[in-house]
């Protein structure tokens, strides 16, 4: 069935345009409407096609398309794991496990959330429906993530992304506890040009901010929660190494260590942000997994 999304106009919306009603209302953003207005019922008011400059009065209906409309899968749906924590018509929120992608690397990869999510779809017969990630974690990062159910949410919640309105609070465990114990870090990133896949701290890079605050200490570990300003490859691991602690058992910016943990020790552990849709605070946590928490027990 395709999905569409409706508003029915308020008394305070009469005689405004079609494209500001859907922005102020459904929380659409200008590409999408651009994108969606040249479909034969991208927009209906009443029933009828309507242009964006048409002028609505109370009691109306639009009834929008958000679909994605004569587009083919380029990720296979395949079989897997999810831990789904929140899901609706419009996106889904998950808690990544360790050692998983976010996305296919070559398009015969069926391992990846990418692939377990459209396996999901078809199983409850959400047809249609394809990957849009909002934000991405790394392979060995757990946690909170966000995906998108089609184009026009996926493209408002992109828009939140390093505002205020979309929040990301991280908790990693480093190797000793970072001076001051709480302050930010801000340090350009780059890719490293003798690594494949390393970055690094460089005057030449692009602006990275980073801030921290030293939760507790146990022993030669510290429990730092992170957010982040900017969302750089790899950017709370080049900034903790940067500043000297890096990641207990990060095996690229510090020292592997898999009978400690094998995987760098970053959890996403908060997120929130308001719905693509209906405009609602959406708040979740979820708690630090048992491989970091044995690193840095609590007293």
């Known amino acids: 069935m395709e999905r569409r999304v409706r508003h029915t106009v308020t008394a305070e919306q009469a005689g405004m345009r079609v494209d500001a009603v859907?922005?102020?209302?459904?929380?659409?953003?200008?590409?999408?409407?651009?994108?969606?207005?040249?479909?034969?019922?991208?927009?209906?008011?009443?029933?009828?096609?309507?242009?964006?400059?048409?002028?609505?009065?109370?009691g109306q209906v639009l009834d929008v398309a958000v679909d994605d409309p004569g587009r083919t899968p380029r990720i296979l749906p395949a079989p897997g794991a999810l831990d789904i924590r929140f899901e609706d018509e419009h996106l889904v929120v998950l808690n990544k496990q360790p050692g998983?992608?976010?996305?296919?690397?070559?398009?015969?990869?069926?391992?990846?959330?990418?692939?377990?999510?459209?396996?999901?779809?078809?199983?409850?017969?959400?047809?249609?429906?394809?990957?849009?990630?909002?934000?991405?974690?790394?392979?060995?990062?757990?946690?909170l993530l966000v995906a998108a159910k089609h184009p026009s949410a996926q493209t408002a919640l992109k828009e939140q992304l390093h505002t205020p309105r979309f929040r990301r609070v991280y908790l990693a465990v480093t190797m000793g506890a970072p001076e001051p114990p709480e302050g930010a870090v801000d340090a350009p990133i780059r890719k490293d040009p003798a690594s494949a896949i390393a970055h690094q701290v460089h005057p030449d890079g692009l602006p990275a901010r980073?801030?921290?605050?030293?939760?507790?200490?146990?022993?030669?570990?510290?429990?730092?929660?992170?957010?982040?300003?900017?969302?750089?490859?790899?950017?709370?691991?080049?900034?903790m190494a940067h500043l000297?602690?890096?990641?207990?058992?990060?095996?690229?910016?510090?020292?592997?260590?898999?009978?400690?943990?094998?995987?760098?020790?970053?959890?996403?552990?908060h997120l929130s942000f308001q719905h693509p849709v209906t405009g609602g605070e959406m708040d979740f946590t979820q708690p630090l997994p048992e491989d970091m928490g044995r690193l840095v027990p609590e007293t």
């Open 100 to 143: 998983v992608l976010v996305h296919p690397v070559v398009p015969e990869q069926t391992d990846t959330l990418g692939n377990f999510l459209l396996w999901h779809y078809q199983q409850t017969g959400q047809a249609g429906t394809l990957f849009h990630p909002v934000h991405r974690l790394d392979r060995g990062t757990t946690g």
């Open 22 to 58: 859907l922005r102020e209302s459904l929380h659409l953003t200008g590409s999408v409407i651009r994108r969606i207005k040249w479909l034969p019922d991208g927009i209906l008011l009443d029933g009828e096609r309507a242009f964006v400059n048409a002028l609505v009065a109370p």
């Open 244 to 269: 000297g602690h890096p990641l207990a058992g990060d095996f690229l910016y510090g020292a592997e260590d898999r009978q400690l943990i094998p995987r760098p020790a970053l959890h996403s552990y």
């Open 210 to 239: 980073t801030r921290y605050r030293v939760l507790r200490t146990s022993g030669p570990y510290a429990l730092v929660e992170l957010v982040l300003d900017t969302g750089r490859t790899h950017q709370i691991r080049v900034h």
